[in-house]
């Protein structure tokens, strides 16, 4: 029986799975989401690839060498307010950390909102008042014991928030990183007293600097806790009922799989899982393609996101945000906004808008004609002839043009005084302007130049839009990949087995030093990396990993002394000497001034290396994708014209179905490729051509 390799990705509107076959050939399968009951989604896909092969779904189950999986289910839970109810104690006087948030009023809006004085508020606390209790206990800085833990009052709080209606517990103490024996013992407090009630420890999620985010972060863990593990065993016993034998593997946000153990501890780490497994399959591609700076776009039905690949690695952020709430948890760096195939199109004071409102998988964009009566940017393509309504799901979901039409009309292009086609190809530039937007706050707000990268398309709806942002930003190379649709759930199929073990331990150099090599020991620096390494080590080995073929990243969190501006700074492989101290500050430096500017560098002030991080890794098995091959497509047959609305006038567009797609296929001016889960737009203005893996390279028309 030959092994098989599956992953499941399940988004706001559509849940995707790929299969990769053990000679490395995908196939792919896409099915409506099911936001009662995530489980169903993932089932529905299985059963199409069970038609697909001819056989039951248990024998392709019974076939899994692996089953790894991402879910928005945290994000949602998060956006939507449907976490459990979490009882947070703090050390007595520390009641109102999340009250405060540092101060700041601008925490998670964009530009725009923090120039309107009525968005400048703060953002609901992840934990209410009420749900708070202090208890009198205090470590200082360094570790030491100042007030013992008052246990009696520990033990009451406890009770007190039980009967308030805590459904898990949260506990983050002041400097508990430092010494964590009072946050332990709490813990064995709620054991006692609240038997079964989950208990999530800052000293054990989070053992780092910064009392706002690491308490955010663990109450938000704590939060998600039951969520999570309610969806994935649901799925978990759904997979083995219908034939699943080993455990499925999870996508954290940091760009590897980890086992359903590890993530009922860290629920939180899953919140980018779906739209990190997406950047993970670029980064992957980029190896195959010999790309290594990648701007990775995911359209979907509900929303936009961009990712960075930097000299072939993910890029990496220091937090995660999830609305405007900032967690302290490491992610592959993912900007999102709302503008998705889905998104809702209205008009306000004579003026047209698009999202961040959703007509999501129910009931959906009016043209699918279940219940959905306003106008999303799926029927605005639908108008304008990008989509065919036959082709949609691969002919599983007929599209309703005319329903498309009516909301368009009704809601758009009356009150606006426009025809039909106008006010769609109005719709159409607004979200691809707002796309364009999103990915030069990616590049060049963060000194990256667009066009030094390849941009790689894919989600269900970017395939039809890239080549109209992509053009914007002049990108040498736009790529929608022959996964496009089912682009996340393929990087998660091709993810690698990840440990993160960080801790706050800093090493600080004086004012006006000179020599950092003498202030900054460089056997403290090695010590820390190798207890950290140890930990991941020990995760990765309980998870089944090979071990001789682990490998370790390492990465400082540093700033200068008296600032607030922290960067991750890589650190290479070996122990680090004298010379390798020197190395690390020079980086941070030139890193420092290409953020904010040359001469910006603080360095009177002295460097503080605040927090300590490994990535362990073990790569898992699987394929290489397989070539095409000279005899996919016939580059002729399968081939139509349609007329497509772009520019203000209808033009005459060549289509090209999947039946015709094989390496060599050129298409030059205005053209369209159906696939069967979605749809690639060349521009008039463009050329493409068809590359051995099925991926489709679009560029700018040469002149002739």
């Not at 949609?392 to 309703?400: E, H, I, P, Q, T």
């Not at 540093?558 to 991750?568: A, E, G, K, P």
């Amino acid at each position: 029986m030959t092994p098989l390799f599956v992953a499941s990705d399940i988004g706001g509107t559509f849940t995707d799975t790929v299969m990769i076959e053990s000679d490395g050939s995908i196939r792919r399968y896409k099915a409506a989401t099911v936001p009662d009951d995530p489980a169903a989604g993932v089932l529905a896909t299985l059963e199409l690839a069970a038609q697909d092969a001819g056989a039951p779904v248990g024998d392709l189950l019974r076939r899994a060498a692996r089953f790894a999986h991402g879910t928005t289910v945290a994000t949602n839970a998060m956006l939507e307010r449907t976490t459990a109810r979490v009882g947070l104690i703090q050390t007595r006087g520390f009641g109102d950390t999340l009250a405060i948030m540092r101060g700041f009023k601008s925490l998670g809006l964009d530009e725009d909102a923090i120039k309107n004085f009525r968005s400048m508020v703060k953002q609901d606390r992840v934990v209410s008042k009420p749900m708070i209790r202090e208890v009198s206990e205090r470590v200082d800085y360094r570790g030491r014991v100042v007030q013992p833990l008052d246990e009696d009052g520990a033990r009451a709080a406890v009770r007190e928030l039980a009967d308030a209606g805590a459904e898990v517990i949260a506990v983050s103490l002041l400097w508990a990183f430092k010494n964590p024996a009072h946050e332990r013992r709490i813990g064995e407090l709620v054991a006692e007293e609240l038997p079964g009630v989950p208990c999530t420890l800052s000293s054990e999620l989070l053992p780092r600097l910064g009392e706002y985010q690491r308490t955010v972060t663990v109450a938000v863990n704590a939060s998600l806790r039951p969520v999570l593990r309610r969806a994935v065993r649901s799925l978990e016993t759904t997979l083995r009922d219908h034939g699943l034998a080993g455990e499925p593997l999870l996508m954290q946000s940091n760009g590897g799989l980890a086992r359903v153990a590890e993530i009922d501890r860290e629920a939180a780490s899953t919140i980018m899982s779906g739209p990190v497994g997406g950047i993970v399959a670029c980064q992957h591609l980029g190896e195959l393609r010999g790309n290594e700076n990648i701007i990775a776009t995911d359209m979907g039905g509900t929303s936009f996101e961009v990712g960075l690949v930097l000299d072939g690695a993910a890029h990496i952020a220091n937090s995660t945000w999830v609305g405007r709430h900032e967690l302290a948890l490491p992610s592959v760096s993912v900007r999102t906004v709302g503008a998705g195939s889905g998104s809702i199109a209205s008009v306000a004071h004579g003026l047209l808008s698009v999202g961040p409102q959703s007509a999501g998988a129910v009931p959906g964009p009016a043209c699918y004609a279940r219940g959905g009566a306003l106008p999303t940017v799926a029927d605005a393509d639908l108008v304008l002839g990008y989509i065919n309504p036959e082709n949609f799901l691969a002919g599983r979901l007929a599209l309703d043009v005319e329903a498309a039409r009516e909301a368009i009309a009704v809601h758009v292009a009356r009150p606006l005084g426009l025809e039909v086609e106008a006010a769609a190809e109005g719709i159409k530039t607004i979200i691809d302007a707002r796309m364009a937007d999103l990915i030069r706050t990616a590049t060049i707000e963060q000194g990256y130049d667009p066009t030094d990268f390849v941009l790689y398309a894919y989600g269900g709806a970017g395939p039809s839009h890239a080549f109209s942002y992509g053009a914007e930003l002049a990108t040498a190379e736009i790529v929608v990949p022959l996964t496009a649709a089912v682009h996340s759930a393929f990087g998660i199929a091709v993810c690698d087995l990840t440990a993160a073990e960080e801790v706050s331990d800093p090493l600080i150099s004086p004012p006006g030093t000179e020599d950092y090599a003498t202030a900054l020991s460089a056997a403290e620096i090695n010590a820390r990396f190798a207890r950290l390494a140890e930990r991941a080590q020990a995760r990765l080995r309980e998870a089944g990993g090979e071990m001789e073929r682990v490998g370790m990243a390492r990465f400082v969190e540093m700033r200068f002394r008296f600032q607030i501006h922290v960067l991750s700074v890589p650190v290479p492989d070996g122990p680090v000497d004298d010379d390798g101290v020197r190395a690390l500050v020079g980086r941070f430096i030139e890193s420092y001034e290409a953020r904010f500017g040359e001469g910006s560098a603080f360095q009177a002030a002295g460097v503080e290396l605040t927090t300590f991080r490994v990535v362990a890794t073990v790569p898992t098995e699987r394929p290489r994708p397989r070539p095409l091959g000279a005899g996919s497509g016939d580059g002729g047959g399968g081939e139509s014209r349609r007329r497509v609305f772009q520019d203000g006038e209808w033009h005459d567009a060549r289509v090209v179905t999947h039946a015709a797609l094989g390496p060599g296929l050129e298409l030059a001016g205005l053209s369209i490729i159906e696939m069967p889960d979605t749809t690639v737009v060349v521009g008039r203005e463009q050329s493409a051509v068809v590359d051995d893996y099925g991926d489709v390279v679009i560029t700018p028309r040469r002149a002739a």
